[in-house]
Every structure is written in structure tokens, then in C-alpha cells.
């Protein structure tokens, strides 16, 4: 695990599955596309990051995984804080999808065809309903706010069971019928990070 400290506090933890994965996607896709993902990354975790020191609260820990980024944060307790800050990594997505689209109409650049595409995938697949997404999280603070914590658990199991079941049931379709195995590798990664964000592996 690479570590970065910063003020003498360690806020950004790398695990060899994330650079696993970065090497992976250098290797099959080019440095170009990497290029672009490592950019849509990093301008969705700046939302996360800036509705965070918006609403008055510290980031404790980044930690980069194979199955994406974690954030712990203090100091925004409340539910209102957590969906504004879960739903601010799809934003600034969707902004920087938008940018990506102007800037390629007027420079016709490859890679902000690339660019655009990948915002447009990190804003809809964070959207899901899923525990280990910003849908899901935010889904889970609004029911924990109007039905309760044991509501929201409740309803976050059975999308994350039914939700789960569709993306192996699409990647495994795929697979067979395409001979695609991305949308199967996906449903993986997807299924380990919401059994994960339950305590169900470490």
C-alpha cells in the first residue's frame, strides 16, 4: 500500500488492487484513455471533496481501491450532509462531461471525446441505488431521515440483492452473446464493493 501524508496527517491510501487496475487499463486501453479516466476520477472526487469543507466537515481518509475511491469524512453528521456530499461526485461528472463535450465540438481532440464519455459513465453508474455507490448512499440518507436507519437497510439490502443479480444476469448475457467480458467484470467489482461496504469481505 502506498501511503501520502499530508500536514503530517496520512489522508490518501493506495492499494496495489487500484494500481493493479490503473495498469490494467494502460495495458488494454493506451495511455490516452487512462489519461481520461484518471482525470474523470479525480474531478468526481473533488466534488465529494469540495461539498465536504462546504458543509463545514474534515476528510479523515481517501483510500483508492481496485474497486474505487473511499471517502471518510467528520464533522457533517447530519443526513442533509450526506446526500449533498454523495451527489456531488455525480455533478461534477455531469460538468465535466458537459465541458468535455463543448471543448471537443470546438477542437474535434480525441481526448475529449474520451474524456466525456468516461464523466458520462462515473456520473450514471454512481446514480445506481447500490450501498457501495453515490446513489445508494444518498438513497440511504434520505430513508434514514424519513423512515429511519432500520427502514433504509431494510430497503439498501433488497436493491443491492435485486440490483447485484441484474448486473451478473447482463454480464454473464454479454459474455455468452458478445464474447464481452466488461460488463461481467463490472457486475464483479460491483458486488465485492457492496458486500464490502456490508462487512461481508474484507
Known sequence: MVDITLNRRKIVYITPGFLLLLTAVTVLSGIELTAAVALAALVHEAGHLSAVRLRGGRVRRIRLTGCGAELEYAGAPGYADDIIVALAGPAASALLAGAGVWVYERSLFAFFAD???VSAIYCGLNMLPLSALDGGRALYAALSGTAG????????????LLLAVCALGAGVWCLFRYRAAGVLICAVFLLIACCKNRGLCV
Open 115 to 117: 474524456l466525456t464519455a
Open 149 to 160: 436507519p432500520a427502514a433504509a437497510d431494510r430497503v439498501s439490502t433488497a436493491l443491492d
